[in-house]
T-cell receptor, first 109, second 113 residues
Framework: QKEVEQNSGPLSVPEGAIASLNCTYS??????FFWYRQYSGKSPELIMF????GDKEDGRFTAQLNKASQYVSLLIRDSQPSDSATYLC?????????FGQGTILTVHP | DTAVSQTPKYLVTQMGNDKSIKCEQN?????MYWYKQDSKKFLKIMFS???????INETVPNRFSPKSPDKAHLNLHINSLELGDSAVYFC????????????FGQGTRLTVV
């Protein structure tokens, strides 16, 4: 079992819709959870992090964490074509930041 | 004033050669990393250093040797390059081992021919 699993997609949504990205992790001791965005040919950049169960909102982004189910998700409201990128879920069990394989999101006008 | 800078950005070399990638961060961070991103975009940690000391060494061939002369620099030397080493290598840094955010360099695209 992979440490962090994501649906590689591609996920295609129309402009203005809600994009929902999902991630599961295997290490129950994980305490920190992150979502990175990576545009094609660029480096990953952090867009959200969450430590506690529940929801965390930042602008159009909402991260959701359920430690009992070992599940973390990212919702993007009012999706824009500029949101088209690969979204990487990352989990920090201890000192190591472990990434999923990423979900490719395409937002079409 | 780039936060994490890597050189070179592109590297094309023949099998069997030895090459180095340099990384520097000006954020004052204690922890630095090397990640490898393969053609399927999977980002996998290779090494992590904290204050010049190696703290994470994943299952990486001995041909890869990191060196940290000071906490602002983490270089990666690769001996006897193989076709399978072709990938994008990212350097990153974070405030400390438990810090939330890792800042990434722009990546080095290594192509072995």
């Amino acid at each position: 079992q992979k440490e962090v699993e994501q649906n590689s997609g591609p996920l295609s949504v129309p402009e203005g819709a809600i994009a929902s990205l999902n991630c599961t992790y295997s290490d129950r001791g994980s305490q920190s959870f992150f979502w990175y965005r990576q545009y094609s040919g660029k480096s990953p950049e952090l867009i959200m992090f969450i430590y506690s169960n529940g929801d965390k909102e930042d602008g159009r982004f909402t991260a959701q964490l359920n430690k009992a189910s070992q599940y973390v998700s990212l919702l993007i409201r009012d999706s824009q074509p500029s949101d088209s990128a690969t979204y990487l879920c990352a989990v920090r069990p201890g000192g190591k930041l472990t990434f999923g394989q990423g979900t490719i999101l395409t937002v079409h006008p | 004033d780039t936060a994490v800078s890597q050189t070179p950005k592109y590297l094309v070399t023949q099998m069997g050669n030895d090459k180095s990638i340099k990384c520097e961060q000006n954020l004052g961070h204690d922890t630095m990393y090397w990640y490898k991103q393969d053609s399927k975009k999977f980002l996998k940690i290779m090494f992590s250093y904290n204050n010049k000391e190696l703290i994470i060494n994943e299952t990486v061939p001995n041909r890869f040797s990191p060196k940290s002369p000071d906490k602002a620099h983490l270089n990666l030397h690769i001996n006897s390059l193989e076709l399978g080493d072709s990938a994008v290598y990212f350097c990153a840094s974070s405030h400390d081992q438990g810090a939330a955010e890792a800042f990434f360099g722009q990546g080095t695209r290594l192509t072995v021919v």
